[in-house]
């Protein structure tokens, strides 16, 4: 299995309606403290589950709680990070042409600044890298689980709007968060690979 992503060829979802749900959904506010204000989620409506788009999805991995409604504005680029609170992440992407995904080797000292929980220094100090990728995840479309646990970053340069449900595949809304073996298992015990 590959390390960094894994298709979901057989995930079932309805990508006009989900694209109807983030165009009803306010993506003025937000949500975190991140300078850039680049990265936004927008606020999960109330009744989520209970949104026939959302809802489809869910019950075919029905482990899962955390749904998040991502928009990273076009011609931006992430900084190389590792998510914090989750090991693997469903993308299900809803942009015409959405940007590729990048996995990177971590040099020790960006490691270290990393686990300091220095995060300002953190994303600085790999803002400042000129790294190439060990790995390119290139978005056709399909959904795919990432591995979270390992550097990677994304940029929106081709211009366009990144639009994404993210799903982090854990068994409750806040863990605990499952390993890529058990990702992998759960996956295939649902015949979604």
């Known amino acids: 299995m590959n390390p960094y992503v894994i298709p979901l060829t057989r995930l079932k979802y309805d990508r006009d309606a989900c694209i109807e749900l983030f165009d009803s959904l306010d993506f003025s506010v ?3 403290d991140r300078p850039s204000g680049k990265y936004i989620r927008a606020k999960n409506p109330d009744n989520l589950f209970e949104i026939p788009c ?6 075919q991995i029905p482990w899962v709680k955390n749904f998040q409604l991502i928009k990273i504005q076009k011609n931006w680029e992430m900084p190389i990070h ?3 609170y989750r090991t693997a992440v469903l993308m299900i992407p809803l942009s015409d042409s959405p940007a590729p995904t990048f996995w990177f080797d971590e040099p020790e000292h960006i490691k270290e600044l990393r686990l300091s ?3 300002d220094a953190y994303i600085k100090a790999s803002k400042e890298l000129n790294l190439e990728p060990i790995y390119t995840h290139v978005q056709d479309g399909t959904p795919c689980v990432i591995n979270s646990t390992i550097p990677h970053n994304t940029n929106t340069y081709n211009g366009i709007d990144r639009l994404t449900i993210q799903i982090s595949m ?3 809304l806040n863990g605990p968060y499952h390993d890529w073996n058990k990702v992998t298992q759960l996956l295939q015990q649902r015949q979604l690979l």
């Open 117 to 119: 929980e220095d995060r």
């Open 30 to 32: 937000r949500w975190d």
């Open 54 to 59: 959302i809802k489809e999805i869910h019950e």
């Open 82 to 84: 590792v998510d914090t």
């Open 170 to 172: 854990a068994s409750l």
